[in-house]
């Protein structure tokens, strides 16, 4: 696989910037704001698998749900095929036609109270305008793309297994035909021998429809296993971004490192721990400067003061991190 | 803590603002000339002028809103032409005596409903639960006031335990003894509903509070039965329970308007009741938005109560 | 593979007879029943009360003035003016049921609306609409409606109005907290992203998961309403002459209280009768349409697992344990059906030692580890078999204060969710005093001593002004090391800790970890580990039991049990999970599900998943066979060293 996945972009996210909370109260006074996007630019480019991994609180859910258009940016833009996602031009029915989302609780994304075909049928019906055979033809063809037999269609959510719902729940996302979709931990909800299943079915539909995966996790081992490309964000930013290969063997951001350290793997006997009294920074009162320095053992002055830029690692120029000081270059 | 209760306190100011201007809007729906609704059809011509330049209704509704409410906040609540003395007087007097009515109640419902939900729950589906949910439900479907009637006709007529009505001994009463005396009856008939709906809610907030995780680690740590009930499950159970107490002051408030009826106390909602069928509505006025502000200072208490409890709501 | 796939999805077949329909469970209930039958009674006999045989309610007859119950042609006898009591009572009961219902219906509509955009639309929408409720809320109950019939003045119509009015905020803000949540819910998102509109969201997505809520507060509601218009025609604001409703009636007879108690204790009594009926019946509803109370959610938990042991068996001790599981079987009774959570395993944990459980959720790894002191919830966990030895006391055997005293003492747990298993309001310092002074009758100040220095040897950074916070003040990783710091408070020798870093991020996860592997060190404790992650096990347990369907399939040392696994559900779960530094490795799912334990298969339990089940398999039971030492494996053809069968 080369080192870029050269191509065409799909997305273009540019300082996208996401703040909850925030604003005056009546009094005038400030109200405690979070961050949990800051400044972030990534392309996706067409037909890729792009990972996202983070810890919990990182931003990756929040930019997830930028992209499909079910949260609008408090700043920076979003381009779907150049198209800017929160311009005039685009209602959310249209852009739902290009990008889905596969739920992380598959159980709760679907409503208790339909049967399968109602819960199918919705984006054939208010997204493509379907009529009656055409919609039976596509729910056979899109039961079959996951593995589900068609008498399960006039079943309620609630006789289903975890896996089976959330295959449901990737047929729902197929179903409008879309180019992109994003995955939010698809699988964390799932027991271990059920992820592979879902794991595998995705991989096929990927290939059989030729569709751009964003996929969302947190899990180390499942997004390396999964994606061409991946980036690490920490505290609402991304601070590496590559190729697969390249960041989890020769991680740059020291927070990568910690990261790929601490997970465990069956077989690796001792996981090493950093010191415990590191905290992450409190969302309320972001420190300026690199969010990671207070937990990094590389840090000097200059990581407490300002944003260290995403840069490109020398001689692989898709590979980039946001360190002063990052692994690989000393 | 301190600033949150006072931040609760100031956060009362718009609600007890906005509780006036309902009234204020309600008074403005009477259909018809104001001041001879107001007055009623008893109403002398000198009273309509000066009820008329009162209320200033030459002016637009907002003005007429403030001329009001700038009266009401130097006390002046109208007179009432049915006792021909101000509101102000005649309300405030009958108050202490709901106040006293209201505020037994209000402790016996709380004390006995939380008694017997939690009993209730830690016996759950025993004899005494069954017996215990059986009474609570009855308590909460039997109408107070005819409940009164029952209880006068038994205590007070054929047994004379209790005296039947009044506050106090026409003759030589007057004393403390004698008002708990004459107290038995109402408070205990005004407190039957709300012990009632107490009593269910601390039971299921009990065995919904007995479910949670750190009740498996109360036990998990050797704490014996005794303080997870009462230590750990109690306090928590408490948590959802104030703000329904809080609740139930203003069914208690509210309720008392049947009860003084039915045991012709002296308090405020026997003198609503009078008020409204002679149509002295300045008296109305008056008697709910004392009533109304009292309920929103035991809301707060409860807030306060639960915030003290609670340190997830500071 | 698609073939595969496809047969593993069949569906599951309809099982009926545990979930009975709901009029079936209302029918249950004998006493909503009971209110029903009234219920209904009252309502048809009110309906027909135009054709029913009755003298004219207003018909006075001064001369057959207070004529008591059981006269000569009025059988509840006649009131003041001579009216027949029987009739007024039928024609007020319709009354009163149809301002009741209708009061009711009118509260629902207008209250439901209001939640439900409330609810959904969230922001400043919200905000305005319920302070509004709360304006209206800050009145007491009947006063407002009091007020709303001074002004519009005495009359039935106007007492509807009020009582609907004043309980329109309770409907608005029962749905809207219900609204709310569903709107959080992901598949409002998902429906969104179908592309419905907002209206078409809130009708079609939100509203059928409301209603039940609004049933439940409209059955809840009506006995209410119905007391509350009684309460206002019997102050004589309602219902005005010659009309009767129940509470006038109840109002006229007030004034010849002493003289003629029937006129007003009768319609008392209906009133009573019928608000009595209709709770009942609102409270089967809400048990049949409530999922808490279906699924027997609000049963109180007792202090400790019952035990009911068919046989105690003859045990002989493990040498050297301080842990023995000996074919210990706990089981759930839910409905007819008997769960068998735990269906006989054995286990044993020398000092120091770490033995880990693996298993997927459902597996029986969590009750295993509850089972060992009584904490799996009774109703409806049981024990049904086996012995626990704690040095060779039986525990199951042991009183319940000598639990209590183990419990903390010996044996203590840390759990998994260090949130919600943590009190929310008391201090983590206070929890921990408690924790020291349920075993050691020792002062508060030394206590609180102890635990200063407890949150030291977990490494919490600022100990003293630690004790002083509360739980939700703490991030998820300080939190653990507080459960695990409660947990070492008495000298615990043996430590269970049921999935302890699945709710961690992995960094925060490898912390915990480590700071586990050195307190086993140092205090030779020995640890009984829950985990479904093999990664996890590697990084801490010295022993594996691989749990599937309630029993153990595979135990032994975790370096030989991940190297070469003998039961093929053990190689087949190592072999789904992606591995770190290898993503080129083709992911080898495992097709089908686990069996319910309510319905187990004959034979072995993985056999109807396992590609090499033969005839065999599937009848007797399966024997956990010794491949070699420390190594068992309950398989008739394991990967390796075939079983002497």
Redesign the interface.
């Known amino acids: 696989m080369p080192e870029a996945v050269a191509g065409e972009a799909l997305v273009e996210i540019d300082g996208a910037e996401r703040i909850f909370g925030g604003g005056r109260n009546i009094l005038g006074r400030r109200k405690p704001a979070v961050h949990a996007v800051q400044d972030v630019s990534i392309e996706v480019m067409k037909g890729e698998t792009l990972g996202i991994v983070g810890e919990s609180g990182c931003g990756k859910s929040t930019l997830a749900r930028l992209l499909v258009g079910l949260d609008a940016p408090t700043g920076g833009t979003i381009r779907f095929g150049g198209e800017d996602v929160f311009g005039e031009k685009m209602d959310h029915r249209r852009l739902a036609r290009r990008v889905q989302y596969v739920f992380q609780d598959p159980v709760s994304s679907l409503n208790p109270r339909k049967t399968i075909r109602t819960i199918l049928e919705a984006p054939l019906v208010h997204l493509l305008g379907k009529n009656r055979r055409e919609r039976a033809e596509r729910l056979s063809e899109l039961m079959d793309a996951v593995n589900l037999a068609p008498e399960f269609l006039d079943r309620y959510p609630h006789e289903f297994s975890g896996g089976q719902a959330q295959r449901i729940g990737i047929a729902r996302a197929l179903a409008a035909d879309p180019e992109l979709i994003v995955l939010d931990e698809p699988v964390s909800a799932l027991d271990v021998s059920v992820q592979a299943q879902v794991l595998n079915i995705l991989d096929g539909l990927k290939s059989r429809f030729g569709l751009t995966y964003v996929f969302i996790s947190h899990d180390l081992s499942v997004v390396e296993s999964v994606s061409d490309r991946v980036a690490v964000m920490y505290f609402g930013r991304i601070v590496e971004i590559g190729p697969g290969r390249g960041v989890f063997r020769a991680p740059r951001h020291p927070y990568t490192r910690l990261l790929l350290k601490s997970a465990p793997a069956p077989g690796r006997k001792s996981l090493i721990p950093e010191d415990a009294d590191t905290e992450l920074p409190d969302p309320y009162d972001p420190p300026p400067g690199c969010a990671f320095h207070a937990r990094c053992p590389r840090g000097t002055e200059i990581c407490m003061k300002e944003v260290p830029p995403l840069d490109p690692a020398p001689g692989a120029p898709a590979h980039l991190s946001a360190c002063y000081h990052p692994h690989g270059e000393d | 803590m301190l600033s949150y209760i006072a931040k609760r306190l100031l956060a009362a100011i718009p609600v007890l603002f906005g509780l006036t201007v309902i009234v204020f809007l309600i008074m403005a729906m009477i259909p018809g000339d104001p001041a001879t609704a107001i007055l009623g059809s008893y109403a002398t011509p000198d009273n309509v002028e000066r009820l008329n330049r009162e209320l200033g209704l030459d002016k637009s509704l907002p003005q007429q809103y403030v001329i009001w409410l700038g009266n009401l906040l130097h006390g002046d609540f109208g007179r009432s032409y049915t006792l021909n003395r101000p509101v102000i007087d005649e309300v405030m007097e009958r108050f202490s005596a709901t106040l006293i009515l209201a505020g037994t109640s209000l402790l016996l419902c709380s004390v006995l409903g939380l008694l017997a939900g939690v009993v209730s729950a830690v016996r759950q589906y025993s004899w005494a639960d069954k017996a215990i949910t059986f009474v609570v439900l009855v308590g909460i479907s039997v109408p107070s006031f005819w409940l009164g009637l029952i209880l006068i006709l038994f205590f007070a007529v054929k047994w004379q335990l209790f005296p039947a009505s009044g506050m106090y001994a026409i003759y030589g009463g007057g004393d403390l003894k004698d008002l708990a005396y004459h107290l038995v009856l109402p408070a205990f008939t005004l407190a039957v509903v709300a012990t009632g709906v107490i009593a269910r809610l601390t039971r299921t907030a009990m065995l919904e509070v007995l479910r949670q995780d750190f009740i498996r680690t109360a036990r998990a740590k050797g704490v014996s039965e005794r303080g997870v009930i009462y230590r750990h499950a109690f306090k928590a159970a408490l948590v959802t329970i104030i703000p329904v107490i809080g609740i139930q002051a203003g069914f208690v408030l509210g309720g008392a308007v049947y009860i003084e009826t039915v045991f012709q106390w002296p308090g405020i909602g026997s003198m609503l009741v009078k008020a409204i069928s002679t149509r002295d509505l300045l008296l109305v006025q008056g008697g709910v938005l004392v009533v109304a502000a009292a309920y929103v200072l035991f809301n707060l208490a409860a807030d306060v109560i639960q915030t003290i409890l609670d340190p997830r709501l500071r | 593979?698609?073939e595969a796939?496809?047969v593993g999805?069949?569906?599951?077949k309809?099982r009926r007879s545990g979930r009975p329909s709901a009029w079936g469970l209302l029918f249950n209930n004998t006493l909503a029943t009971a209110g029903l039958l009234v219920f209904g009674l009252v309502v048809i006999v009110a309906l027909a009360a135009p054709v029913l045989p009755l003298p004219d309610p207003d018909a006075t007859a001064p001369a057959d003035r207070l004529l008591r119950p059981l006269a000569e042609g009025h059988l509840l006898g006649t009131d003041a003016l001579g009216r027949d009591i029987l009739s007024r009572l039928v024609w007020g009961t319709r009354v009163s049921l149809a301002v009741g219902i209708s009061a009711t219906l009118i509260a629902a509509f207008f209250g439901s609306l209001i939640g439900l955009v409330a609810g959904y639309a969230g922001g400043r929408a919200d905000t305005l609409l319920m302070?509004g409720i709360?304006?209206?809320?800050?009145?007491?109950?009947?006063?407002?409606a009091?007020?709303?019939?001074?002004?519009l003045g005495?009359g039935l119509l106007n007492a509807l109005y009020a009582i609907a009015v004043v309980n329109i905020p309770f409907f608005a803000r029962n749905i809207r907290g219900i609204a709310l949540g569903l709107s959080r819910?992901?598949?409002v998102?998902?429906?969104?992203?179908?592309?419905?509109s907002n209206v078409?969201i809130l009708l079609v997505?939100v509203l059928?998961?409301v209603l039940p809520v609004i049933i439940i507060t409209m059955s809840t509601t009506i006995?209410w309403m119905i007391?509350e218009t009684?309460?206002l025609s019997?102050?004589?604001?309602g219902a005005q002459p010659p009309q009767a409703d129940l509470?006038s009636m109840?109002g006229e007879g007030?004034k010849i209280?002493?003289t003629a108690?029937h006129v007003?204790?009768i319609p008392?009594l209906m009133?009573?009768a019928l608000?009595?009926s209709?709770?009942?019946l609102g409270?089967g509803v809400r048990d049949v349409l409530d999922p808490r109370l279906k699924s027997g959610?609000?049963?109180?938990?007792v202090?400790r697992t019952a035990v009911m042991r068919d046989a105690v068996p003859d045990i002989v001790p493990q040498e050297g344990a301080l842990l023995d599981v000996q074919g210990l079987r706990t089981e759930f009774r839910l409905g007819g059906d008997v769960y068998r959570a735990v269906g006989g395993i054995d286990l044993h944990i020398r000092e120091g030692e770490c033995l880990g459980i693996v298993g997927?959720?459902g597996s029986g790894k969590s009750v295993s580890a509850m089972s060992i002191?009584g904490?799996v919830?009774t109703p409806p966990g049981r024990i049904a078999g086996g012995a626990a030895l704690l040095d060779g006391e039986d525990l199951f055997a042991a009183s319940?204060e000598r639990i209590?005293?183990?419990?903390?003492?010996a044996v203590?747990?840390v759990?998994q969710?260090p949130l919600?298993?943590?009190?929310?309001?008391?201090t983590v310092g206070r929890q921990l005093v408690?924790?020291i002074q349920?075993?050691e009758p020792v002062a508060r100040r030394k206590a609180e001593e102890k635990a200063r220095s407890l949150l030291d040897l977990v490494?919490?950074?600022n100990p003293a002004e630690r004790l002083k916070s509360?739980p939700?003040e703490l991030?998820g990783g300080?939190r653990q090391?507080v459960?695990i710091a409660?947990?070492l408070?008495?000298d615990a020798r043996i430590l269970i800790a049921d999935e302890p870093t699945t709710a961690l991020?992995?960094?925060v996860?490898?912390?915990v970890?480590?700071?586990l592997?050195k307190l086993r060190k140092e205090r030779r404790a020995g640890i009984l580990f829950i985990t479904?992650?093999?990664?996890?096990?590697?990084?801490i347990c010295d022993r594996i039991a691989v749990m599937y369907a309630g029993r153990f399939v595979e135990t032994g040392g975790t370096?030989e049990i991940?190297?070469s696994p003998a039961h093929p559900y053990t190689a087949?779960?190592?072999d789904?999970?992606?591995?770190?530094?290898?993503?080129e490795?083709r992911?080898?799912?495992?097709?089908g599900?686990p069996p319910m334990v309510n319905a187990l298969p004959e034979g072995c339990a993985f056999a109807p998943r396992c590609p090499r089940a033969e005839d065999d398999c599937r009848k007797g039971a399966i024997p956990m066979v010794e491949l070699a030492e420390g190594r068992s494996v309950r398989c008739l053809h394991p990967l390796w060293g075939e079983a002497d069968a």
Not at chain 3, 9 to 12: D, F, H
Not at chain 3, 134 to 144: G, Q, S, W
Not at chain 3, 576 to 583: N, Q
């Open positions: 593979m698609a796939a496809a999805a069949r569906p599951q309809k302070r709360d304006m209206v809320m800050a009145f007491p109950y009947i006063l407002l009091l007020a709303i019939v001074a002004v005495p819910r992901e598949f998102d998902a429906a969104r992203l179908s592309g419905k078409q997505e059928p998961n006995g007391l009684a309460g019997f102050l004589g604001l509470g109840l007030r209280l002493f108690p007003s204790v008392g009133i009573f608000v009595m209709i709770n009942l409270d959610a609000l049963t109180r938990p202090a997927e959720s002191m904490l919830p319940d209590r005293q183990l419990r903390g003492g203590s747990y759990f969710d919600s298993t943590l009190h929310p309001l008391f408690e924790a349920a075993h490494r919490i950074p509360y939700h991030s300080m090391r459960c409660m947990a408070a008495n991020d992995v960094t996860q490898a912390q970890l480590s700071l592997g479904h992650d093999f990664g996890v096990v590697s990084a370096e991940l190297s087949k779960l190592i789904c999970v992606p591995v770190l530094g290898e993503p490795r992911l080898d799912a495992i097709e599900r």
